[in-house]
């Protein structure tokens, strides 16, 4: 058997890579890699030097057909890992539309070619999708709206590669909404420009490992030889999250790996340095949905933490190091990044400062110490309202939104389809229904007729606005018609705001008053 993959060069791709080569029944790998990460590519093979035979590289773009046609030749399945993310993707948009929307459409173009033995594609998409999240709904499933933050091109850009492959003619397909992943690489990554600063510091995240989501799509393969899927997961949404057990915030986060050099989130960050909205944090409600068939979750944040800090010895150095000299040379020297929150403030950015704080005012109004800033680990909102965390986090306590029909049922009704149009301000064109497969017309709030299955709506959550044709978020004035997206919206967002967001052709970040 042949299997392809993409993305085998990153840090998902990577650990997948080293888990497929154990499967017996895989003799052939055709990988797409990019020119420009053939040095990444050789370190991996070397560590794969016993099954260098296996391995059928394709150096190339995933938006070239040409590449995507011998990447798909002759194989039984196609594992989906390429993507450009932050903060690669906000330094370079262009090649984010390029690789998670373009690409995905080229390949699944590709594969959709394919009328006999066509393979199998495992898609991932990411958790960015449903936007930023906080105290008031911190759970997400699969179903719930995807508001997608604004200026982040690429959650948008994903956005779309998914609902190409969730509307596509691939006859087996799956996509797989990973969660933030905690990987070997994960303070260098993030330690290149003002990324950690996005991260609000009472952002829910569930985090899961890179090793644990390689063991996935492995097992993927396993289960899929040894048994029949079909009912389960082909054609299906899904979360993949680490569980309970790795459910925390933004500030637990930098925390535990400030820890490492004998400080703590505290010592090195300020409450204005970071975000305080716009982010796309959650906790996965249903990740355990996914954990029940293929049973790869075993790293827990905890031990993942304990073995890097193991594994980088050299780290423990900055304990010997004064705290406020690592906090001017490794964090304050980042205020430089156009990336940074520091930086829009000071360079006058409204349209981020207002994104994600509110405002120039509110920005200005963030406590300056942490005895007045509402940390949720502390049992305290943002606003400072008191908040049991403990029980916060538990699944039992979850405040879910409404869906306007029940998403745990496993039959549909054209009346359901109907309600749930008419919630988000629209209503179905089809007059007829019978396979929640099958293509429907629809139309949104403003008129827009567009074509979707109801599975894509319903299951998946997907509901045509601005955002899925160009760089533009609407949520301001859509919210104030649409029951679905005000639900979420309002998390973080006052009633009263008015903004539309969008990038203008050279990506430059745009607001206007509506």
């Not at 600063?197 to 989501?213: K, V």
Request: glycine share 6%; with cysteine; aromatic share 12%.
């Amino acid at each position: 058997m042949k299997i392809a993959v993409t993305g085998v060069t990153g840090n998902m791709g990577q650990a997948a890579l080293e888990e497929l080569v154990k499967i017996d029944e895989i003799e052939k790998f055709n990988l797409l890699v990019l020119p420009s990460d053939k040095k990444r590519w050789n370190k991996l093979c070397k560590k794969l030097k016993t099954h260098k035979k296996k391995f059928n590289v394709i150096f190339g773009s995933l938006a070239n057909k040409e590449a995507c046609e011998k990447l798909v030749e002759g194989v039984s399945y196609v594992l989906g890992m390429a993507a450009v993310i932050p903060p690669l993707s906000d330094q370079h948009p262009e090649w984010a539309i390029e690789c998670n929307q373009v690409g995905i459409d080229t390949l699944v173009s590709v594969i959709e070619n394919i009328k006999e033995n066509q393979p199998k594609f495992v898609h991932t998409s990411t958790l960015a999708l449903y936007g930023n999240r906080n105290h008031i709904h911190p759970f997400a499933r699969v179903g719930d709206p995807l508001l997608v933050s604004p200026y982040d091109v690429y959650s948008a850009a994903k956005m779309r590669g998914e609902f190409r492959v969730l509307e596509s003619d691939i006859k087996n397909f799956a996509v797989i909404r990973q969660t933030a992943m905690l990987h070997s690489n994960m303070l260098s990554d993030n330690m290149s420009d003002g990324l950690m600063f996005h991260t609000c510091f009472n952002s829910p995240l569930e985090w899961s490992t890179a090793h644990d989501s390689g063991v996935l799509m492995a097992n993927i393969i396993r289960e899929d030889l040894s048994r029949d899927l079909s009912k389960v997961f082909w054609k299906k949404c899904f979360n993949l999250g680490g569980g309970a057990e790795n459910c925390v915030t933004g500030y637990d986060t930098l925390n535990d790996g400030f820890k490492i050099i004998g400080g703590s989130a505290k010592d090195f960050f300020e409450p204005n340095f970071n975000a305080t909205r716009n982010f796309h944090g959650v906790w996965f409600y249903d990740s355990k949905v996914l954990d029940d068939i293929f049973h790869y979750q075993s790293q827990t944040v905890k031990e993942f933490w304990s073995d890097f800090e193991k594994k980088n010895k050299i780290m423990k150095a900055g304990k010997i190091v004064p705290k406020k000299l690592i906090k001017k040379l490794a964090i304050e020297r980042l205020f430089k990044s156009p990336n940074a929150a520091k930086y829009w403030v000071k360079h006058n950015d409204e349209p981020r400062v207002f994104a994600y704080f509110g405002g120039k005012e509110k920005y200005d109004a963030i406590a300056k110490k942490w005895d007045n800033f509402g940390l949720l680990v502390e049992n305290k909102t943002l606003d400072g309202e008191k908040i049991d965390f403990e029980k916060l986090k538990d699944r039992k306590n979850a405040k879910m939104i409404n869906h306007y029909f029940d998403l745990d049922s496993k039959k549909l009704t054209i009346k359901d389809l109907q309600e749930v149009a008419k919630a988000h301000g629209g209503k179905l064109i089809s007059k007829k229904f019978s396979d929640p497969y099958e293509k429907l017309e629809w139309e949104n709030s403003d008129g827009e007729r567009f074509f979707a299955r109801a599975y894509t709506v319903l299951y998946a959550g997907h509901w045509f606005n601005i955002t899925y044709k160009e760089n533009a978020w609407d949520f301001d004035r859509l919210a104030k018609k649409d029951k679905i997206y005000a639900e979420l919206w309002y998390d973080s967002h006052a009633k009263n705001e008015d903004k539309f967001y969008y990038m203008d052709e050279k990506f430059n970040a745009r607001i206007k008053n509506l």
